[in-house]
């Protein structure tokens, strides 16, 4: 009896290992796919993809085993500048408070530029509206907030980079004509917009960089 209970202790240990390692493989296998990740988005990879069970205290373990990167402490964001001239900490307190729009420009392809504006809702963090074409102009984000306006209502500020898109004139003399104000953030700190900017590059992670090539657009 002694020996079939080392026997069988010895084969669940085998298979411990096994499962250990097969799980380590599939986790360097994920954050080399995808290297902004940090561990708990891989654990959550591990479960909706490669069909793991394990939470994230054990993914953690493993990713620190490994010497596997962890995200880089992010910095306070900075003041935003409004279109008044004045100077605010902004932060998203409800729905409808803060959106954030910006552009992403990719290729389909045949090697021709396209461009998507993404406009997001800072407290909830949901996407509003993605808007597709070869070329997006003042009157198109007009024409975007304008069908959100009318689904969502008007949020308080909208803010966006120094883009000529954003600070057209056209564009600032709507939006303060329905009553939003428009908040700008510092030329060359992106983090000040941080909200659609993480949207964008996991747009980019998880979609984009995952197609072969977008069919031609008209």
């Given at each position: 009896?002694?020996?079939?209970r080392t026997a069988?202790?010895?084969a669940a240990?085998y298979?411990?290992?096994?499962d250990?390692?097969?799980l380590?493989?599939d986790?360097?296998?994920?954050?080399?796919?995808?290297?902004?990740y940090?561990y708990?988005?891989?654990?959550?990879?591990?479960?909706?993809?490669a069909?793991?069970?394990?939470?994230?205290?054990r993914v953690?373990?493993?990713?620190?085993?490994?010497?596997?990167?962890?995200?880089a402490?992010q910095?306070?964001r900075g003041?935003?500048?409004?279109?008044?001239?004045?100077?605010?900490?902004?932060?998203?307190?409800?729905?409808?408070?803060?959106?954030?729009y910006d552009?992403?420009?990719?290729?389909t392809?045949d090697?021709?530029?396209?461009r998507?504006?993404n406009?997001v809702?800072?407290?909830?963090?949901?996407?509003l509206a993605?808007?597709i074409?070869?070329?997006l102009?003042?009157?198109?984000?007009?024409?975007?907030?304008?069908?959100?306006?009318?689904?969502?209502g008007v949020?308080?500020?909208?803010?966006?980079?120094?883009g000529p898109?954003f600070?057209?004139?056209?564009?600032?003399?709507?939006i303060?004509?329905?009553?939003?104000?428009?908040?700008?953030?510092?030329?060359?700190?992106?983090?000040?917009?941080?909200?659609?900017?993480s949207?964008?590059?996991?747009?980019?992670?998880?979609?984009?960089?995952g197609?072969?090539g977008?069919?031609?657009?008209?």
């Amino acid at each position: 009896m002694p020996r079939a209970r080392t026997a069988s202790f010895d084969a669940a240990a085998y298979s411990g290992r096994e499962d250990e390692e097969r799980l380590t493989a599939d986790i360097i296998e994920l954050a080399r796919q995808h290297g902004r990740y940090g561990y708990r988005k891989i654990a959550e990879l591990l479960r909706t993809r490669a069909g793991w069970l394990d939470d994230d205290k054990r993914v953690e373990r493993i990713w620190r085993r490994e010497g596997l990167k962890f995200p880089a402490k992010q910095p306070k964001r900075g003041r935003l500048w409004l279109a008044d001239g004045s100077c605010v900490r902004l932060r998203a307190e409800r729905r409808n408070h803060v959106w954030s729009y910006d552009f992403v420009e990719d290729r389909t392809h045949d090697g021709r530029k396209y461009r998507m504006l993404n406009i997001v809702d800072e407290c909830t963090h949901k996407c509003l509206a993605i808007r597709i074409d070869r070329k997006l102009k003042p009157v198109d984000v007009i024409d975007v907030l304008t069908d959100l306006f009318i689904l969502r209502g008007v949020p308080e500020h909208i803010r966006s980079d120094n883009g000529p898109e954003f600070v057209a004139k056209t564009v600032q003399e709507w939006i303060a004509a329905v009553g939003a104000k428009t908040a700008y953030i510092t030329p060359g700190s992106p983090r000040v917009n941080g909200f659609i900017e993480s949207f964008n590059a996991r747009l980019r992670d998880e979609l984009l960089d995952g197609l072969s090539g977008i069919p031609c657009m008209a």
